[in-house]
């Protein structure tokens, strides 16, 4: 069999790219690629002679995994696979054929997409169909919308939008549909967006994200009444949100009425491939046109979706865009055209089932599961499961069910399923598990096998995973919700601390410490409230607990406050509330003791040297001229020594005074108060190995501490973390201050008592007389 060598080249070629841009492959000598090819942003100039095809895999390589660290596991993409090698290597064929004869191009384009078009048309049971191949999923619908003002407006291929305002057209969509999807139609088509018409869903019967029919008929008929065009009516099957959906035969019927287009579109149409396909789906094979988003049902990447379309005049779908005489543009479906025939009919059907069949069994476990709320339309044939934790069989805080027992738990559920969701998708990357906003439900987590599976590989032990981990989740998310409540009433027993109302927060809650100081202005106020919460925020992450401590949300509205996160059943929330008080009371008190005795010392230093002075001129006064001489002055204090009554002094740090040397040297002692023992905190009675605000063998959630009370939680306060007070002054805390003497000469005297480290101390030593040792002030520091 001849072989083109260009495409066994191209194949070859994106071999070897796979496996660099996947498997991180490196050139033979990292450190000068690394030199090579800098992480940069800013770009190199553009070599003269080019560069080879490895080393420009290699570059795209490392501007793929510029932002990685080193120390954090790579972030792979999506499992490729052998078919995604085959999608990837049709864009490559692509661009090789486009350069090929005309005759020979516009045989090999009219077989790929004829081809095409036959087997997605018997695969979803869309008899006499055509096919339009695009890339934004919108687009197909965007057509379809064009093909129909043609149809139904003669005169608007020579015209124009004039040929609207004898009657505007309508087009109709559900409430659930894609956010954003009819606004686009409304710009690409030049129409007001008074011809879009929203239609609410259900409200009394059936499922609330289904569209209501007969309020449908309604709208169509005043539309018509006043002289407006019914033109075109989108449908869901599988809306976004919760992949319910419309009563698609129905609405058909609805249509072929007023003569409007019916288009569909869902995940839900993957199913048609199956054959146990449920009934409301397969009405979808009698609409005039529906969108197929093969590339995540088969794990295809940079595949095109595909509209399917009955229309029997080429001419108007040629002027609608739906079809091309370029023949490049033709060749959009060559990459699925390889993928379908690399799976074949049993691996598409097998994929499918195998997503559907996941859905079914998170659905049968979910049930087993309290706490947990499904909200699924059909239990027999979904493929998307949504559920969210509720608040109905959660543990109770008073005696009866949480529902409606607090303002705003509504939001309150919905930052916990939140963080349910996120949880879940970073234990278990593999189920694919999102984040989805119902109007009714709330905030919800979704999983939709049909849309992740084949790109991450899903299994039914990852399954089985994903329901492990939520189990072990739900206790957390009932005692966090059960306490919430708790804290806030711990919290308001405390005046010094301030509760922070921040519904969006998935914890406990929030608490500010408010400093006492009332008479600080409002910006000093505000810095101070700021400077204390931040260093309360580090001491509790500094403690040995469980809990977590933050700041709250990036972008949240509070400031300045701390963010307790989520909490377990042993939890004693008054020990923890305690604990925070005194924290912020200790920093609040020694920031204002550091600010006291900033003061206090200024003052005290401008005391003394006012005392220094004036000892400094009764010592002259005393001693006379003659003795200030230094000669003269040595020799008449050795004949006749001189007694001074200037006595030394030492300044009292915490105390801020100047005090006299006398009561020191006369005791021969340090006078001053015995520290205080340390009061013994509840540490002391915590068990061995048990960590902090964690009660001994707790039980249900009626039991509370014995310190929860006003008073017990403030003496809780002061056992734990004892109050800073004014300590009495001692001599390790003074410093001495003498006045200057004039020159003496130094004799030998006897050693006096040893004294304690850190004393700093004018020693006054007496004379003897008839000849004996003089009085003497030596200074020492």
């Not at 499992?79 to 085959?86: A, R």
């Not at 864009?91 to 191009?105: N, Q, T």
């Not at 209501?212 to 449908?235: C, Q, S």
């Not at 379309?309 to 060559?334: C, F, I, M, N």
Request: hydrophobic share 35%; with cysteine; proline share 6%.
């Amino acid at each position: 069999m001849m072989v083109d060598p260009t495409l066994a080249e191209m194949g070859k070629n994106l071999n070897e790219a796979m496996k660099i841009l996947e498997d991180g492959g490196k050139a033979s000598d990292p450190d000068a690629d690394r030199r090579q090819f800098s992480r940069s942003s800013i770009p190199g100039p553009l070599q003269g002679d080019g560069q080879d095809v490895a080393s420009i895999l290699q570059l795209v390589q490392n501007l793929m995994h510029e932002d990685e660290e080193e120390d954090k596991p790579s972030h792979r993409m999506q499992n490729v696979g052998e078919q995604g090698h085959m999608a990837l290597l049709g864009h490559s064929l692509a661009a090789y054929i486009s350069v090929l004869d005309r005759e020979r191009l516009r045989k090999l384009i009219t077989r790929i997409a004829s081809d095409t078009t036959l087997w997605l048309c018997r695969l979803f049971r869309y008899e006499s169909g055509s096919a339009y191949y695009h890339e934004d999923d919108r687009e197909g619908l965007l057509k379809v919308c064009r093909l129909v003002i043609n149809t139904r407006y003669e005169d608007y291929s020579t015209e124009g939008y004039t040929v609207l305002n004898s009657r505007q057209p309508v087009i109709y969509q559900s409430a659930t549909c894609r956010p954003g999807l009819g606004q686009h139609l409304c710009s690409q088509l030049a129409l007001p967006l008074s011809s879009l018409c929203t239609v609410p869903c259900n409200t009394m019967f059936g499922s609330q994200h289904q569209m209501d029919i007969a309020l449908l008929d309604k709208l169509i008929r005043e539309d018509v009444e006043t002289g407006k065009l019914p033109l075109l009516l989108i449908a869901n099957a599988g809306t976004p949100g919760a992949g319910h959906t419309d009563k698609l035969g129905r609405l058909k019927e609805l249509c072929e009425q007023y003569g409007m287009w019916l288009h569909i579109e869902g995940v839900n149409l993957a199913t048609l491939a199956l054959w146990d396909v449920s009934s409301p789906v397969t009405a979808a094979t009698r609409s005039d046109s529906m969108t197929l988003t093969l590339g995540p049902w088969l794990g295809l990447p940079a595949v095109p979706a595909v509209t399917l379309y009955r229309h029997e005049d080429p001419a108007l779908s040629l002027a609608a865009g739906l079809t091309s005489s370029q023949p490049v543009e033709k060749l959009r479906a060559l990459p699925l055209w390889l993928s379908l025939q690399y799976l074949g009919h049993d691996g598409i059907v097998e994929k499918i089932r195998h997503a559907v069949e996941l859905s079914q069994q998170l659905l049968e476990k979910l049930k087993t599961l309290a706490s947990i709320k499904t909200s699924v339309e059909d239990e027999l044939n979904s493929p998307v499961v949504v559920f969210r934790f509720s608040q109905e069989t959660s543990a109770e805080s008073s005696g009866g069910s949480v529902e409606g027992y607090f303002a705003g738990e509504r939001e309150v559920l919905d930052s916990l399923n939140r963080w349910l969701c996120e949880q879940l998708a970073q234990l278990v990357p593999a189920s694919g598990v999102d984040i989805v906003e119902l109007e009714d439900e709330g905030t919800c987590v979704r999983f939709t096998p049909l849309m992740t599976a084949a790109a991450l590989g899903t299994q039914r032990c990852d399954v089985d995973l994903l329901v492990e981990r939520l189990t072990e989740l739900i206790p957390v998310l009932n005692c966090t919700l059960r306490l919430r409540l708790d804290f806030r009433e711990e919290v308001y027993r405390h005046s010094a601390l301030s509760y922070i109302e921040d519904l969006s927060w998935p914890g406990l809650g929030a608490v500010r410490y408010e400093p006492r100081v009332e008479e600080l202005t409002d910006s000093k106020r505000k810095l101070e409230v700021e400077k204390i919460n931040s260093e309360l925020l580090v001491k509790l992450g500094d403690l040995d607990a469980d809990l977590i401590f933050s700041t709250g949300l990036e972008f949240g509205p509070e400031k300045d406050c701390i963010f307790i996160g989520m909490a377990t059943e042993d939890l004693d929330v008054a020990e923890l509330v305690d604990t925070i008080a005194a924290l912020g009371r200790d920093i609040e008190e020694n920031g204002r003791l550091l600010e006291n005795m900033t003061e206090v010392v200024r003052k005290g230093i401008q005391e003394a040297e006012l005392q220094l002075q004036k000892d400094n001129q009764d010592k002259l006064m005393e001693e006379g001229v003659l003795r200030q001489i230094p000669l003269v002055g040595s020799v008449l204090n050795w004949f006749s020594p001189f007694q001074s009554t200037v006595k030394g002094r030492t300044f009292n740090l915490a105390a801020g005074s100047l005090d006299s040397t006398e009561p020191t040297y006369s005791m021969k002692a340090q006078t001053g108060g015995l520290a205080s023992p340390e009061t013994p905190t509840s540490s002391a009675k915590r068990l061995p190995g048990q960590r902090l605000f964690r009660r001994e063998g707790a039980g249900g959630s009626d039991s509370h501490s014995e310190t929860s009370s006003v008073g017990q939680a403030e003496d809780f306060s002061r056992e734990r973390f004892p109050q800073p007070t004014t300590p009495s002054p001692v001599p390790d805390e003074a410093v001495s201050v003498v006045p200057e003497s004039p020159e003496i000469p130094q004799v030998p005297a006897e050693p006096e008592p040893t004294q304690e480290k850190g004393e700093v101390g004018t020693q006054e030593k007496e004379r003897q007389p008839d000849g004996q040792d003089a009085p003497v002030e030596e200074t020492g520091r």
